[in-house]
């Protein structure tokens, strides 16, 4: 059925009795939200926007985010969300992607001055989302999601996180991530109450507006710094996590630290609808260790690096078919094309199957770093360091850590008589870059670590990054507290 998704959220809205709120804006009402959608809707009808065109939506967890999602699908548009505080090398980057001419932003739908509509794309047939993510490239890639495929993860997936309508759903998930936005969806449909938080930090949870959540949505870095404050949200009973590992130490203390609660933990990429197995932790049987079973219409298999198959107990590729797949790599056909083997969706997470049918990860093999839940390319970082002036050669990796899961570790090389310093470099990147894109730890060095085949290898530098302990690094070093 086409736009799926509209028709499910609209059928869901209309007779629910939640609410969503911000903190600043005065509460939405299920039925405001689609009211404040449908006046967006007429503003870009009137704009003659065209059937399946992209649309700009500029998110800041607010609440008339979600009412601007629902307006560009009722107009039939496609959303494009992108944050407040995106930095111009992602806006250039996005709007090359996407040749979109509309932007909606706090419930205000802009055209851009005598520019044509786009040309279609077939590859936006019914797609509700398109979700930029880091590229391998350096440049973002467009993950076309279409309403059949995320209405069909949210009926996946209401049979086994219990939203209902007597809850308060705490997302400080921003909605440019598939991961905040089919949380937020997923408890509008069970007519539950959304609590969007603009920004993370612990103290935020002091607001009076989020203290009666009973559901908390949260990558586990989250998790660990909340661990540093008294406990907050004494009626929580719903923990969501995704987005990153949370591991066997931090289910224990999470599931100890919120006796009457339990973790729902989800793994799931972009590209295959998100939440494609869950693990369920509680105190008595914390699970922290496996990533699940698969949630409904996902299938896996574990493969060698040849492609073959594996018995249990072996270490493989993680891949996975699944009805919620992405149409595609948005303008990317060989990129689509080599992300699948056979029909099925190449994962790059290495895996095991335990005798029993349970899930473990344990390793990548794709080289992507994730940071406090959010996935970042090297090669983005690289390129960017490059068009430093100072800068010869730069290598990025992504370095174990406690706290966030890994933290970005930079190597660079200075041109000769350049006087560049690590900490100038990483203000430098500020300034090019998201915040949290940016490295932990910047050392200059006389060479980037090579490997067997003498070139440049990431896995050289982290594990010399793993040998140095921040300690006896004196010159050249900068933490980013």
Same mark, same amino acid.
């Given at each position: 059925?086409?736009?799926a998704?509209?028709r499910?959220?609209e059928?869901?809205?209309?007779s629910?009795?939640?609410?969503v709120?911000?903190g600043n804006?005065a509460?939405?009402?299920?039925?405001e939200?689609?009211?404040a959608g449908s006046?967006?809707?007429?503003?870009l009808r009137?704009?003659?926007l065209g059937?399946?065109e992209?649309?700009f939506?500029?998110?800041?967890?607010?609440?008339?985010?979600?009412?601007a999602?629902?307006g560009?699908?009722?107009a039939?548009g496609?959303?494009?969300p992108?944050?407040?505080?995106?930095?111009?090398?992602?806006w250039?980057a996005v709007?090359?992607?996407?040749?979109?001419?509309v932007?909606?932003?706090?419930?205000?739908?802009?055209?851009?001055r005598d520019a044509?509509?786009?040309?279609a794309?077939?590859?936006?047939?019914?797609?509700?989302?398109?979700?930029?993510?880091?590229?391998?490239?350096?440049?973002p890639k467009g993950v076309?999601?279409?309403?059949?495929?995320?209405?069909g993860?949210?009926a996946?997936?209401?049979?086994?996180?219990p939203?209902?309508?007597?809850?308060?759903?705490?997302?400080p998930?921003?909605?440019?991530?598939?991961?905040?936005?089919w949380t937020?969806?997923?408890?509008?449909?069970?007519?539950?109450?959304v609590?969007?938080?603009?920004?993370?930090?612990?103290?935020?949870?002091d607001?009076l507006y989020?203290?009666?959540?009973?559901?908390?949505?949260v990558?586990?870095s989250m998790?660990?710094?909340?661990?540093?404050?008294?406990?907050?949200?004494?009626r929580l009973?719903?923990?969501v996590?995704?987005?990153?590992?949370?591991?066997?130490?931090?289910?224990?203390?999470t599931?100890?630290?919120?006796?009457?609660?339990?973790?729902?933990?989800?793994?799931?990429?972009?590209e295959?609808?998100?939440?494609?197995f869950?693990?369920i932790?509680?105190?008595s049987e /914390?699970?922290?260790?496996?990533?699940? *079973?698969?949630?409904?219409g @996902?299938l896996? $298999?574990i493969? %060698?690096e040849d492609?073959g +198959?594996?018995?249990a107990g072996r270490?493989?590729e993680?891949q996975?078919?699944?009805?919620?797949?992405?149409?595609?790599?948005?303008?990317?056909?060989?990129l689509?094309?080599?992300a699948?083997?056979?029909?099925?969706?190449r994962?790059?997470?290495?895996?095991?199957?335990?005798?029993?049918?349970?899930?473990?990860?344990?390793?990548?093999?794709k080289e992507?770093?994730s940071?406090?839940?959010?996935?970042?390319?090297?090669?983005?970082?690289?390129a960017?360091?490059l068009?430093?002036?100072?800068?010869?050669?730069?290598?990025?990796?992504g370095? /174990?850590?406690?706290?966030?899961?890994? *933290?970005?570790?930079a190597a @660079?090389?200075? $041109?000769d008589? %350049?006087?560049?310093?690590p +900490?100038?470099l990483?203000d430098?990147?500020?300034?090019c870059?998201?915040?949290y894109?940016v490295?932990?730890?910047l050392?200059i060095?006389?060479?980037?670590?090579?490997?067997a085949?003498?070139?440049?290898?990431?896995?050289?530098?982290?594990?010399?990054?793993?040998r140095?302990?921040?300690?006896t690094m004196?010159?050249?070093?900068?933490?980013?507290?």
């Amino acid at each position: 059925m086409a736009r799926a998704l509209l028709r499910l959220l609209e059928t869901r809205l209309a007779s629910g009795a939640g609410v969503v709120e911000d903190g600043n804006a005065a509460p939405l009402r299920a039925t405001e939200l689609l009211e404040a959608g449908s006046e967006i809707a007429a503003a870009l009808r009137r704009g003659g926007l065209g059937e399946n065109e992209p649309v700009f939506v500029v998110v800041g967890n607010r609440s008339l985010d979600l009412a601007a999602f629902l307006g560009v699908w009722m107009a039939g548009g496609v959303v494009a969300p992108v944050h407040v505080s995106a930095s111009e090398t992602t806006w250039a980057a996005v709007r090359a992607s996407l040749g979109a001419r509309v932007v909606v932003e706090s419930g205000e739908a802009l055209f851009a001055r005598d520019a044509p509509a786009p040309s279609a794309r077939r590859e936006l047939d019914d797609a509700a989302v398109v979700v930029f993510t880091s590229g391998t490239t350096g440049a973002p890639k467009g993950v076309v999601i279409r309403h059949r495929g995320f209405a069909g993860k949210l009926a996946a997936l209401e049979p086994i996180i219990p939203f209902g309508s007597g809850d308060v759903v705490a997302i400080p998930l921003q909605l440019t991530f598939i991961f905040g936005q089919w949380t937020a969806f997923l408890a509008l449909c069970a007519g539950a109450s959304v609590s969007l938080v603009r920004k993370f930090s612990p103290q935020v949870f002091d607001a009076l507006y989020l203290r009666n959540a009973t559901a908390l949505c949260v990558v586990p870095s989250m998790l660990r710094a909340l661990e540093r404050r008294p406990r907050p949200l004494d009626r929580l009973r719903t923990i969501v996590s995704g987005g990153e590992p949370l591991g066997a130490v931090l289910a224990e203390t999470t599931v100890a630290r919120w006796p009457g609660a339990a973790i729902f933990d989800c793994y799931g990429l972009t590209e295959t609808g998100a939440a494609d197995f869950c693990a369920i932790s509680t105190e008595s049987e /914390p699970r922290g260790a496996w990533i699940g *079973r698969p949630t409904g219409g @996902v299938l896996y $298999r574990i493969r %060698a690096e040849d492609g073959g +198959s594996l018995p249990a107990g072996r270490s493989g590729e993680l891949q996975i078919r699944t009805e919620h797949i992405m149409a595609a790599y948005l303008g990317e056909p060989e990129l689509t094309a080599a992300a699948f083997a056979d029909g099925w969706f190449r994962t790059g997470d290495l895996a095991v199957e335990d005798p029993d049918g349970e899930v473990r990860l344990v390793g990548r093999i794709k080289e992507v770093i994730s940071r406090a839940g959010n996935k970042i390319y090297p090669a983005e970082i690289e390129a960017t360091l490059l068009r430093h002036p100072d800068v010869a050669a730069a290598l990025c990796t992504g370095v /174990p850590d406690e706290r966030i899961g890994e *933290r970005i570790h930079a190597a @660079v090389v200075l $041109r000769d008589g %350049a006087a560049a310093t690590p +900490s100038g470099l990483c203000d430098w990147l500020g300034g090019c870059l998201e915040r949290y894109k940016v490295p932990d730890v910047l050392v200059i060095r006389d060479a980037v670590p090579l490997g067997a085949t003498g070139k440049a290898s990431r896995a050289a530098l982290r594990e010399l990054a793993i040998r140095e302990s921040l300690a006896t690094m004196t010159m050249g070093s900068s933490q980013r507290r």
